[in-house]
């Protein structure tokens, strides 16, 4: 079974930080204790650094509604107010993808620079790249700027995929944590919602797919400002200090200024202790050792890759990408009239993705990670073989088909969904977190780009039912992946994480 953090207690000599001396020195006392007192915070303080990492997360969210619109538009003949219009279907496919592609750039760039720059600059980075791709995108002239705005758009996403999970878990109280991450998938629905919906106001109009990107264009300057009114993450600082990358006494100072900003009033008196303490517990760790590619792949660090590893990429090659592109023609043999109207099927598949993440950030502080992700998946294993079984035995009762649709996205979104970024996003020791997360995210977008490109060969192929038994069968690998390897991470520091976890 998986470990339990709440069955170990550590204590062990730490080292603590003198502010006076800008010297860490050596003290006994205990780091990780068995039952730590929640941290006092403000809420409204604890609002501005979850909404504006967010904001990256709803940007995301929508280019994925509002490219299936601009699609059907820019095609068009008569409202694409282009003559560019006839797009082969491998223009369609690098139109699409294009994106995505540059979200793997991104990936690779933030590994590099990531843990340099930090979390919150590389989210003003992100939200630059979000303007100007949607800028390039909207003004684009001829296909191959197009092309260049989607890939720059794709940096942001990139980034934002990479910083926001890290940035929000370093800074948010830790009986909030996983709530705050959870609302940050919550926003990448919200947005994905929003692309459905203003896309097909738009799809109608000439020119309307310029449009549908325009109308995002202040959420990154908002974004963008808003990053760079918020501070630095104190952990990140704190790595800074103990690692000797700048001088101790200043970053000291200014995690101790981002804390007090982060939680509010409530411990402005208290926030030098709290600093102390979490770089005691930092030290503890080992963080306070400058870390090297090959620790990657070596003890508690492989430990934390293989987690989020594999999390992330079964939350791509359990079906989803490809259950939700083949809900239109599921929607259709069921007798919908609304199936043949693309845009309004996505709005009701996301409106379900937005309840069922409601649902999923209202619980997961209470019920934990593992019980959530071992209940959804094991809805997710029972639709897709009731959609496997529709097309082999039961096609004359498209009720199935309907039931097992609706079930798979509710109970993903319970489970893989949110929590998939909530895990790499506290998995890893700190020093490494920032290349940890950038693999996993790397190994995310890969697997989604080869489950969105095999899906239709392996359909004609194999047919569909056989693909939605076979997504079955690794849904269930998945669930013994879970259940002996995922640990339960609810209520813990990041600090007591990295020490009762890995």
């Not at 738009?202 to 549908?212: A, D, H, K, P, Q």
């Not at 099927?345 to 993440?357: D, R």
Request: glycine letters at 10%; a neutral charge.
């Amino acid at each position: 079974m998986g470990f339990d953090p709440e069955n170990q207690s550590i204590y062990s000599v730490g080292q603590v930080g003198d502010s006076s001396s800008g010297e860490i020195n050596a003290q006994k006392e205990p780091l990780i204790k068995e039952n730590h007192s929640p941290e006092n915070y403000s809420v409204l303080a604890a609002i501005p650094p979850f909404l504006f990492p967010a904001l990256g997360a709803l940007l995301f969210g929508y280019e994925i509604g509002a490219t299936s619109c601009a699609i059907m538009s820019i095609k068009s003949p008569s409202l694409s107010g282009i003559t560019w219009y006839d797009l082969s279907s491998v223009d369609v496919g690098i139109l699409t993808s294009g994106s995505l592609y540059g979200a793997l750039i991104g990936s690779i760039v933030a590994f590099s620079v990531a843990d340099i720059i930090g979390r919150r600059k590389e989210l003003i980075l992100a939200a630059f790249f979000y303007l100007v791709g949607a800028i390039v995108t909207v003004v684009a002239p001829v296909f191959s700027i197009l092309i260049i705005g989607r890939l720059t758009y794709g940096l942001g996403i990139g980034l934002t995929m990479h910083a926001a999970p890290m940035y929000i878990a370093e800074t948010a109280p830790s009986q909030i944590r996983g709530r705050m991450i959870s609302l940050k998938e919550f926003s990448t629905v919200l947005g994905m919602v929003g692309g459905y919906g203003i896309g097909s106001l738009w799809v109608t109009v000439i020119s309307g797919w310029r449009y549908m990107y325009a109308t995002i264009l202040p959420l990154p300057v908002i974004m963008g400002i808003g990053m760079c009114w918020l501070p630095a993450s104190p952990r990140w600082l704190l790595l800074r200090a103990l690692q000797g990358k700048g001088n101790v006494e200043n970053l000291q100072q200014a995690a101790t200024r981002s804390l007090r900003r982060l939680r509010g009033s409530v411990i402005a008196d208290s926030a030098a202790e709290q600093v102390n303490e979490i770089l005691a517990e930092l030290s503890f760790v080992g963080e306070d050792k400058d870390a090297t590619f090959g620790e990657l792949f070596r003890g508690k660090c492989l430990k934390a890759l293989t987690i989020a590893g594999g999390l992330v990429l079964f939350q791509q090659i359990t079906g989803q990408p490809s259950v939700l592109y083949y809900a239109p023609s599921i929607l259709q043999t069921a007798g919908f009239s609304a199936a043949a109207d693309a845009t309004r099927i996505s709005i009701l598949l996301g409106l379900l993705k937005l309840v069922m993440t409601g649902v999923s950030v209202i619980v997961i502080d209470r019920a934990g990670r593992r019980p959530l992700l071992l209940g959804g998946v094991s809805g997710m294993v029972i639709s897709l073989f009731l959609l496997g079984s529709y097309y082999i035995f039961y096609k004359t009762v498209p009720a199935v088909a309907v039931a097992a649709l609706l079930l798979y996205v509710g109970c993903y979104q319970l489970s893989f969904g949110p929590i998939g970024w909530l895990m790499i996003s506290e998995i890893f020791p700190l020093k490494l977190r920032g290349r940890g997360i950038s693999l996993a995210v790397l190994v995310n977008f890969g697997a989604n780009a080869l489950v969105t490109f095999a899906f239709s060969p392996l359909k004609e192929l194999l047919g569909a039912g056989i693909l939605f038994f076979a997504f079955g069968v690794i849904c269930v690998v998945s669930l013994f992946f879970i259940y002996y390897i995922v640990p339960e991470t609810k209520g813990l520091t990041l600090e007591e994480i990295e020490a009762k976890c890995l």
